[in-house]
């Protein structure tokens, strides 16, 4: 079994078998849908990211200082449309740099768009 597939095991595993309260964006099990604010004192946030070919998934995970509460949320991105969106972004760029004669940064943006290709 690849390291990918153990990785969404054990996320789906900390869903299903946790003892604490987990939160899940709009839909919630608990009917709960606030979140502790991103400087919140009372709450340690804690991020785990994992990389796939396809996807980047993200799990972030608060809990209480005290240890008593804790709320995790998972979120998917596919890359193709991070990508495709930066490959536009870079290209509009590169047509910005090349039209205003910056030649490095043109040269620094190609680069940029050749890597994202090369990983698609």
Known sequence: MSKYNDDL?????DFFNS???QSFGIF??????D??????????K???EIETDTHIITKEIWTSVDGTESYSRT?????SKISNKSIESLRSD???AIDSENY????????QIRKIESKN
């Open 94 to 96: 590169l047509k910005l």
């Open 28 to 33: 919630n099990i608990f009917g709960e849908t």
């Open 9 to 13: 095991f054990s996320l789906f595993d």
């Open 75 to 79: 979120t998917s991105k596919s890359k």
């Open 46 to 48: 804690k991020i785990e």
């Open 19 to 21: 003892s604490k309260k």
């Open 104 to 111: 490095e940064k043109a040269a620094e943006i190609r680069d």
């Open 35 to 44: 979140f502790p604010k991103e400087n919140d004192p009372n709450f340690n």
